[in-house]
């Protein structure tokens, strides 16, 4: 296997697991975090603490795993950054706006920098145990030359495309769905309640026939038994996704109704102080407008 | 096993390999239909004929597969042929309102006779096969007494209680999530089209990863190819059962948006000259909405 | 004026000031209500105690203002009361379905009677002043045979052809309009308070610029100040109106995204037991949903 | 009449009209704009040409009237050009976001500059005739300030507090509710046109009973005609609009369904080529939902 030294920003829940599989797989890693716990405790599994960012993208390649554009972009699309740049390639695994993965691709682009979008799938013991989905798009060259970083990381990676941006809706399109599965089962779970069906029944029938796997099971149950603590994904990251998802959409014209209705329930959810819940929550909203006990 | 006599009524599609299963497991089967060629196909497998309905309640329990509230209503809601009957159960397989369920199980109390609930998951290969999810509910008396028609037409029954509507609820909630997982799908492949990602690639994904099961993969390969024909469930059942979905929530005042949004499609799918594809062509409203080609 | 001997159903709120007014221009109107009350009243003023509905329709005209369809058919679409009738003409005042229109005329056409509809804009007190706004659609030969009377009824007579439903219709889509500046001030007055403007403020303004006339100024001034009672007009009534849009939408797929708003709305309003209140009413769904408080 | 020299930017068809008025008042007006032929029509009429953005600043009252955020923020949010500001006083008159009024007043703050937000109703004809309704806040010293300023350009000045964001919520609000009765207007003719009622025959009822003004009168017929061009107010400013009340909503947690249902519409719009036509054109959306023709 080809070992190629990799910069890595961003020891979150999701990063440090993916360093750590980097370390486990041979690469030299240098990490970098705002925070400096998560770096000493992959300093402890062989890596290397960068002082700064400039150090990080002094690698061959630069991986990332931050958790929004705000993020991104005023951490890494620095031109000067960039410019003094040794690393060849960029692959950023966040979930980011199509919008920033077009300007973080003409901006990789100029300093002469490969960009590879390839945002994951997965939970954080997902990511420890390097079994992420991985969703990744860009040049074809690039995506070879860090097929074994992501190989590293996950169970399987599922090619977009080679514009990077189409990993990025590939992954808000994923989120969107999982969304509409929540909201699905939160209408149907009120309207099951309100007509005397227990709604752990019926999603236990619906797992057990239609709907197989840990989406149905799993948030249908925190839905149909209000099991809302603690968050697996916060509430707001929910909106935060359903936002992608509608920009998204507005840049190309296209009209997401469930995604306004997710959008509404949302704000719904948060003005009603839900905020530290996991997005399953939103199945209170349903609740309320029904005027079931909460 | 204990042996009972069964008047059938409905060879529909799903109709005929019921009752082929009634008497694949040893049950004397008198068949009623309104059109004759499925009642000769039944009489070849061992069936008798009933000349009418009368005849058919003259058995130990019927069993009907009907289309919808409107036929159930004027075949089988008859006091002068309740009042006649020797049947001491109607087991009623169709997808119907909650409303009507209602109405017959108090129908059927005047009577004397028990009425059990018990739509099923499957589509007509699936019956023929025996393997339907079977969704019962009714008196614990009654449950027991055709446990073992239900059994030999289902690989499951799954209980929701002693009303039988409740067994309607969960029947139309399963639907009502079967048309939201299809929405869902028809707004992030017009989503990811839009935005330069091909939708079998999305679809694929989808169902190697978060949703596995026959419903992501397989509407969800009508949607991304356009393949709306030939009709497995035609989009006017479709409206039809989000219709009951509504109807089961405005009685109980569950707000249902997503419903909601359905309904819309379902109606602006009919506007177009969809009515004889399958409710999987409301991914078309989702593209035309998005000035996406046919 | 030519006077023509008139039988009248219905006196409520509206039908009572309706009958004193063709009596005042010079009708003999003989009167049945199914409570006595408002019979002595009217008889005070000069009219006839029709002791049954045959009595009444043993007159010139029948014009009838009942509260929805199932009145209207339980008392009035009898093929043996029509068969026995005098009457030459039927106008019906109330607001009814299109499809109850169209059965209406149907049978009314078969027994040799004309049947115009004629539902009106205004509240009681505009009824007993004789202001009100009438919506007619019929045959040219029966409109103008019942001119007068609509014209002691009301301010102006709008015509929508010769079709009766076309003022079924006509009345749905105004009731529709009037729900939708409900609701629409609804959010309006949400989003004001919940960013610091006064809704009385934005009310004020409103209705003194872009918005003229007693729907913004009323209505929007019971959402401003929370002043939903007394009611007006209670918040199932406009339920039932959103219903007919939706119904008559249905029956020619038509969508009405506003319209499956308002329903939602309504339900949730019905939910938090509001019942009783005025429609304006709704205006507590746009504030609960907002986590304004009540 | 106290008089006050002027520094007028954006003369675009409202500003031109605005700053005429002003120097009607007896003002001396000093104006800029990005391109020249405006500023040589108001010279013609006594204006002095600024040859840059720090001459318009170096009067007693800045008064701004550009099209949007962008723009706004691109040329007059410039710390720069605040600190060497002889003016006490900037009175925004566009339609722009709470949150851009709120960093507007923070910037002026620090630089000692008074900000008043006072966005307008009315269409070019309107300003040019000094009869704009003028939506307006901020500190009390200020708005008093610039009361004869807003006297010469309006016919009447509305207070919404010391907030200049509440002047903006206000103005959001306004155009939210036509946007929400151009939508209800463009549902109900679809519904009408679908049964049978002339569309035209529907808004002339309406407007001659319901809802008097020019909003229902105007925008009714150009629905009820379909007649969108020309554009008085093009279709994506109704999209920004629209926008500016779901980002007021979505910073306050306020869902607003009408307004989701209305961003949807406008997208579809959008998605069919109707950009260059006034946004009354969303009606020809609903049209195409119902399959009504073109």
Request: with cysteine; glycine share 12%.
């Amino acid at each position: 296997m080809s070992v190629m030294t990799v910069g890595f920003v961003g020891l979150g829940a999701m990063g440090r697991g993916m360093a750590a599989n980097l370390l486990a797989a041979g690469h030299p890693v240098r990490v970098w975090n705002r925070s400096p716990g998560p770096v000493e405790e992959l300093v402890a599994k062989g890596a290397t603490a960068a002082a700064d960012l400039g150090e990080v993208y002094d690698s061959e390649a630069v991986v990332s795993m931050l958790p929004d554009d705000r993020t991104v972009e005023a951490l890494l699309l620095d031109g000067a950054l960039l410019a003094g740049a040794r690393a060849g390639v960029h692959v950023n695994m966040a979930t980011v706006s199509v919008a920033l993965a077009e300007r973080a691709t003409a901006l990789h682009a100029e300093h002469g920098i490969g960009y590879v979008a390839a945002p994951v799938l997965g939970r954080p013991g997902v990511a420890a145990a390097g079994e992420l989905n991985v969703l990744a798009a860009g040049e074809a060259a690039q995506l070879e030359r860090v097929g074994p970083l992501l190989a590293a990381m996950g169970r399987r990676t599922w090619h977009f495309g080679d514009r990077p941006a189409q990993a990025n809706t590939a992954k808000i399109s994923a989120n969107f769905l999982l969304a509409c599965a929540i909201e699905s089962m939160a209408e149907a779970c009120s309207l099951a309640e309100a007509n005397g069906v227990r709604p752990t029944d019926l999603i236990e029938m619906l797992a057990g026939t239609l709907f197989p796997g840990p989406v149905y099971s799993g948030y249908g149950s925190m839905v149909a038994e209000r099991r809302y603590e603690p968050a697996g994904f916060r509430l707001p990251l929910g909106l935060k996704d359903v936002g992608l998802a509608l920009s998204a959409g507005e840049a190309r014209n296209v009209p997401l109704p469930f995604g306004s209705v997710l959008r509404d329930a949302f704000l719904d959810a948060l003005a009603h102080g839900d905020g530290e819940k996991d997005w399953a929550a939103v199945a209170a909203v349903a609740r309320r407008r029904a005027g079931l006990p909460d």
